[in-house]
């Protein structure tokens, strides 16, 4: 019989979670003892991904994100949606600044 890898899991301390997410569910009845390796599908390009225990770790207790809040996008995809989006930005600004100019 064939075995699956087993995910991998780290403790969780749902203690450093961002104040929102101590508003949820999970936090109120200590439903997060771990965290687990969670497989996905890209929502773009349909490739195999995992959203790793670590990488679920530092989100949430590191950069405090929502405790609900999961992965869509493979790391390459995340990667150039991130690069877009930087360039909106620098191009968004760009616009501000040659707006005020011409507005002075
Ligand atoms: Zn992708």
New binding site residues.
């Given amino acids: 019989m064939k075995k699956m890898p087993k995910p991998r899991t780290i403790a969780a301390n749902p203690d450093a979670w961002s104040a929102e997410s101590k508003q949820s569910v999970a936090f109120e009845h200590r439903l997060t003892k771990e965290y687990a390796d969670i497989g996905y599908r890209?929502w773009?390009?349909?490739?195999p991904?995992i959203f790793t225990a670590e990488e679920q770790r530092c989100a949430y207790e590191v950069k405090k994100a929502y405790i609900a809040q999961t992965r869509i996008?493979?790391a390459?995809?995340w990667r150039e949606s991130n690069d877009i989006a930087a360039q909106l930005e620098a191009c968004e600004k760009r616009w501000k600044q040659s707006k005020k100019r011409t507005e002075a």
Avoid: N
């Avoid at 773009?44 to 490739?47: L, P, T, V």
């Fill in positions: 890209c773009r390009c349909g490739r991904s996008l493979c390459a995809c």
